[in-house]
């Protein structure tokens, strides 16, 4: 069992930045691709990014790239998201996820486990 625990979400101005963390529990963490998927209001949930185990391969939704960056310190089994320009359409639940397979799974929305998902919020 894998719990993935987000923080790092809040209230910013459109043009902004937020941090968010996913500090992950276990001890296989290096071997797992991680990745942010995100949920606005009526709108089914999407992805946003994901890693690879090494950190050594990214990929990102168009919507977000050259925005958002995502990195990892499997030293301290946690995934990062780092957004930057935020726009008021970025407003959402961000949910971190895991799976065990690699990054492509992710893109395909093939998640093993989820967050609980941090609450961004951007004002105009």
């Known amino acids: 069992q894998v719990q993935l625990v987000e923080s790092g979400g809040g209230l910013v101005q459109a043009g902004g930045s937020l941090r968010l963390s996913c500090a992950a529990s276990?001890?296989?963490?290096?071997?797992?691709?991680m990745g942010w998927f995100r949920q606005a209001p009526g709108k089914e949930r999407e992805f946003v990014a994901t890693?690879?185990?090494?950190?050594?391969?990214?990929y990102y939704a168009d919507s977000v790239k050259g925005r958002f960056t995502i990195s990892r310190d499997n030293a301290k089994n946690t995934v990062y998201l780092q957004m930057d320009t935020l726009k008021p359409q970025d407003t959402a639940v961000y949910y971190c996820?895991?799976?065990?397979?690699?990054?492509?799974?992710?893109?395909?929305?093939?998640?093993?486990?989820w967050g609980q998902g941090t609450q961004v919020t951007v004002s105009s």
């Open positions: 276990g001890r296989t963490f290096s071997n797992t691709a």
């Open positions: 996820a895991s799976n065990s397979v690699g990054t492509i799974n992710i893109r395909n929305g093939v998640v093993d486990y």
């Open positions: 890693i690879s185990r090494s950190g050594g391969t990214t």
